[in-house]
């Protein structure tokens, strides 16, 4: 049984900071990218950043030089850095994984709550 468990997510104040973490349990060989998405009421899930195995990241455009996407193989752990938030970043936060077990799949967190006050 593999998961996905995010944690981090709260309440800030704009300009303020929170870093969100994933960590992957279970049986599996490797894994491959990581990323984080976001979803808005009402909206489709987006991504916001993604990192490979071997540590090439990918943003989002409108979110270089805010948020940082970084990964410890050693703990199966992805994290993200948010800084300067914004109350437009207020939006539920997933993890998404692709890992190989006896085939190469996608898995998804719960998911976790990020709320940014003006």
């Known amino acids: 049984q593999v998961q996905l468990v995010e944690s981090g997510g709260g309440l800030v104040q704009a300009g303020g900071s929170l870093r969100l973490s994933c960590v992957a349990s279970?049986?599996?060989?490797?894994?491959?990218?990581m990323a984080w998405y976001r979803q808005f009421p009402g909206k489709q899930r987006e991504r916001v950043a993604s990192i490979t195995s071997a540590g090439s990241t990918n943003y989002a455009d409108s979110l270089k030089g805010r948020f940082t996407i970084s990964r410890d193989n050693a703990k199966n752990t992805v994290y993200l850095q948010m800084n300067s938030l914004k109350p437009e970043d207020t939006a539920v936060y997933y993890c998404h994984a692709e890992l190989v077990t006896s085939y190469t799949g996608s898995w998804w967190g719960q998911g976790t709550q990020v709320t940014v006050s003006s």
């Open positions: 279970g049986s599996f060989s490797r894994i491959n990218t």
